[in-house]
Each structure stands twice: as structure tokens, then as C-alpha cells.
């Protein structure tokens, strides 16, 4: 039985916790690109692990989906047979104002799950869905900004939708016709339309990853359609109206439009692509996070979140500071006011009032998978630009584990051979729903698709100086070819140590000079801890986020990497009717309390909080509580669980 009794002290106690500004402060001067990703050709997840056997599940789902299916709206739009196909359902269904969107996710999933495994059937499956794609884009024909729709905002039934493609403008590609673009420069409403350029973005979004990691120049002819068909038809448009159209709540989300032109911009030279993303530029937004200010709250936040990311581009597309400094505002706004123990952020599908997380905790509806998704997109954008400042990779590594890892249902349920998270609730009490393989389509199903397949994304950076970033402490290897060298990341997952093996690829005698850089994760910064084949190495410098290792290294020789957990919370700025609120953290993973209350818990915790629990280690970290058991978040599947907690310390 859980006690829930007054207690007399309930003061907030000072502990380690998660703070994203605790390292080197960052750069006010111009950044330049300082580091990039490790190429996850190189890269392959190790057995044994909660990410390779949740990489597997996604793995064979895709293997599994039916490509007709996901192009029945496609075909179904532009008057072709569909055939014996089944449509997809939920917001896939085929009068769904936001269909077509999962296969542009289909597309970028597939594209890492080729990069992530050289499985050649996944290069197969999407060429097929681009062929058939660019066939019928080609069907599009007239002047983008010619078409008009016979709708009008308050007369918009699909029936009135336009079934001619040789009116809808040449490069038009999606599974509606351009009705709902047309309605939104009149400013209709949500949900009489819903996010017509965000569909459009994750088509066009899966196509350039086609190009990028399957090298598919018809990808990229047909990604350069679309951008100059959106190009033709925003030119009709003015400043004012289009500024109008982004402030319009869903109707108007764009998902990250600008990022997908400035991509486009950067593979082909051509400007109107570079201007065409400015076009997506938010005023209201976007001038007062340059100003340092905070405008998110109330608004959507997965809408927004895409559009900092496309804000990164156009930084480096145009090196103007403008956009750099409101996508660093943006992100440290976000970690410090916004964001759950989980990495994930939000009521609903919006911010709500900055610091104020418990007030705004509620049953199954926080934390929506896709935000973070994006955050996660947004935090390693702005790495490259700070290598050295750790809170970047340490709220990458706590997001990853806490929350997109723990979105994936282990248990494979009838219809379900990969269901995945929509929302991923943080109240008390609460349970994680799940989709099915076809009935059920959300967007947080479609990022679904390629969160497990893009694992070690974020692994390994290269930096200046022929410097090697180690950030993810997950089994893997990765083939440093140019060094010639295997480094072979091995343990348990999760574990308080790993081992960083380096082979040569050549068995020739040599030693190789290697330039490390290893984090040094917020929550061991006191008790971190290397040693090279069994010799301890000096301890690492206070506050600093990376240890330096400079050496030659012969085949064979080891790097142990010591991080052993520690119990901590990770505290709300607002209480919980009286209480500190705070989430229980063991190491980098949020420990979550199962247990079918819906009241919040209150935990009576002594001045050293590991001293009311009692800790084992099984194939995973389990802490006692009296008779509450607390599991990691990501193993708390099919169960009512806790994640945050009033907390009364004697």
C-alpha cells in the first residue's frame, strides 16, 4: 500500500538533475559546421540490445507492408485502377484530409532500413514506390498557380474536388488533388482542411532520403516537381498572405517545408528553391525567438518544431545569424520550460504555459512521439554547430532511451506486428495505446516508421582535427575506413560500463592515432571513469562534458568507459498541490512506478534518496519502493505505470 500522508517537510532538495546549460557556454560569434554524423553505412547495431531487438520488429515491418497499399490513395487521386488493394485506414482512409503523408515516411524508412542493414530488398521496395509515383507525376501538367479549386471555405466537400490532373500544375504529386492548397490561401479552417504543405513535405521529404542514402536520381527528379510546382504556386501568393496562412492553427502546417527546399537548394544550385523556402519563414514566430523571447505557449508544438528545423537550413543555406540564433533560442526555451523527464514536450498536441509541467500533466495525453522525433532532429542539427557542448548529445541520449525507444510495443498483438506510440503519457496511472500495422495510421505512426531504423544516427560525429566524438554508449561497430580500423562498441544494454575495442582492418602490425573525445554523460560527471587494457586514466577535469584521449592504438586494445548510475530526480518548476513534483531517474533512464492508482504517488525520501530504495539489477535496473516496483520507462509496456511523483523529503 502506498502511503499518502502529509508530511511536514517537503522542502525541494538540491540533487544532480538534468540542466542543458551546465556546460561551455555556446558561441555568440557566427558558427560554423564543426562536426558531422559518422556515416551509418558504417554503423551496425550489435544483438543483445532493447535498440537492435526494437530495430528488428521495425525491420520486418516494413519488409511486410504492401507498397500497393500505401500508393491506393495515390492512384485512387489520379484516376487509376486500384485493383483488388485494400486502402489503408485511419488518417490514411481514403477521404482523409491528410492521406498519403505515411508513405513519404514509408519512404525516409526505408531508405535508413537499406542504410541500416545493406538489405537490398529494401532499395527494392522503394524504387518501386518512386516509379510509380513519378509516373503519375507526370500526369500533372498546366501552371501551378493557375489551378483553382470550385470549393470555398464554407462549401468544401470533396465532391467539388478537382479530378483533372492536367489542371493541378506541372509536378503536382500527392494522394489529393490541389483543392486543399487552393483553400488555404483563402484561410480555411482546420479540420474542413487539414496541413496541406505537410503532407506535400513528408513526400517530398522521403524522396530526397531516397536520393541521399539509395543514391536515386529519380527521386530527386521527382523531388524537384514538387519543389518547382510549390515554388509556382506560392509565387501567387503575397507576404502578408502567406504569413496569414502559417499562423493558422494545423490548417496552415507546413511540417518542415523550408528544410526540404533548402535541401533542394544545395543539390541542384537552384535559387528559386533557396527563395521558395524563405517563403515558408514564420514572422511572428520566427522574430521573436531571434529577439530571445518565448512565444510557444499555446501553440501546436510539432507544427512549430519542423519549422526551427527548416530554420537550421536556411542558416546554412544562407549563413544568416538570424536563423541560428532562434532555433538555439528555440531549443533551450524548449529543454528549460517545456520538456518531461522523457524528452518529450507538450499537453495535447501543444505547449502549454512555460515551467508549469505538473499542472499540465494529463492521464494519456502528454508527450506526442512525434515532437520528439523532430527535437531530436533539431538537437543534432545544432551539435554539428557545438560538438563540445554536451547537453546537446545528453538530452539526445535521454530522449532516445526514455521515450522514442520506449514507443515501440515489444509484444506483437494480432494486427500489430509494430505498434508504436501516438502520444507517450506521463500521468498517473496511465498506459501506453498502441497502432496497428494498417488500420490505424497517425503521424506519430508514420515517424514510427523510421525511429527505430535511425538509431545510430547520432552515435559517432567526426570533428575538427580528425577528431572522433563518442556520444551513444550502444553496441555496435563502425568501419572507420579511413583510419582502417574496426571500433567495436560492446555491453550490455543497459550498463553502467562498456568497452570500446579497436581493430585493424589490416593485419599489419600497425598502431593507429586516434583522437577521441568521449561524453561524459551529466549524470556520472563526479564518478565518470576511463581505463585503456585494464590501466585507470586520470580523472577527467571538473565540469568538463568529453574526456580527451589522444594516442596510438594498436589491434586489440580497449577502452573501458566507466558511468555508473545514479539514483536522482528530475524536478518540474511547479509543484503538485504543495509537493515538489519530480520524476525518479536511475543513470540516464526514467524510472516509472507500476501501479493502477490514478492519484499521484508521494514518495517520503531521506537526504540520500538510494537509501529508500532498493536497487537490482536483472536484464535491466529494478528499484524497489516498499512493494512498488519501478521499471524503465521503455520496459513499462502493457501495464499502468507512473512517471512523475509528489516528493516528501525527511
Known sequence: MISNHTCSTHCRQSLPGRDFRTAAPLPDHLPQIQASPASMQKIRLQPGSLLYDNQQRCLSYLLALDEDRMLYNFRRTFGLSTGDTLPPGGWEEPSGLLRGHSTGHYLSALAHAFTATGNARYRQKAEYLISELYAMQKTSLGDPAAFCTACTPSDAGQSLWSRTPNTWGRGYLSAYSPDQFALLEKFTPYATIWAPYYTLHKILAGLLDCHRLLSSETALTCACGIGDWVSGRLSGTTQEQRAKMWEMYIAGEYGGMNESLCRLYELTGNRTYLDTAQMFDNPSVFRELARGQDPLSGLHANQHIPQIIGAMEEFRATSDPAYYRLARNFWELVMNRYTYSIGGVG???????????????EGGRNCETCATYNLLKLTGLLYQYAPDHSPYMDYYEQALLNHIAASQNPVRKKGASHGVTYMLPVGP??????????????????TGMENHVRYTEHIYHHGPNDTLYVNLFLPCTYEWTEKGILLLMEGCFPSQSCRLTVRRTENDGKETPIKLRIRIPYWCRETFRLQINGEELPAPRTGDGYYPLERTFADGDCITIFTPYTLHLCYTEDPWEGYPAASLMFGPLVMTALSEQTDWIRLHLPEKPEDAFTIRWEDMPVLWYHDLKFVPSYA??????????QICLT
Open 347 to 361: 499537453r495535447g498536441e501543444n505547449f502549454r504555459e512555460p515551467g508549469l509541467l505538473a499542472q499540465n500533466i
Open 429 to 446: 496511472g496511465a498506459r501506453k495505446e498502441y497502432s496497428s500495422d494498417y488500420d490505424d495510421f497517425t503521424c506519430c505512426h508514420g
Open 636 to 645: 513499462a509496456h502493457n501495464s499502468a505505470y507512473h512517471t512523475y511523483f
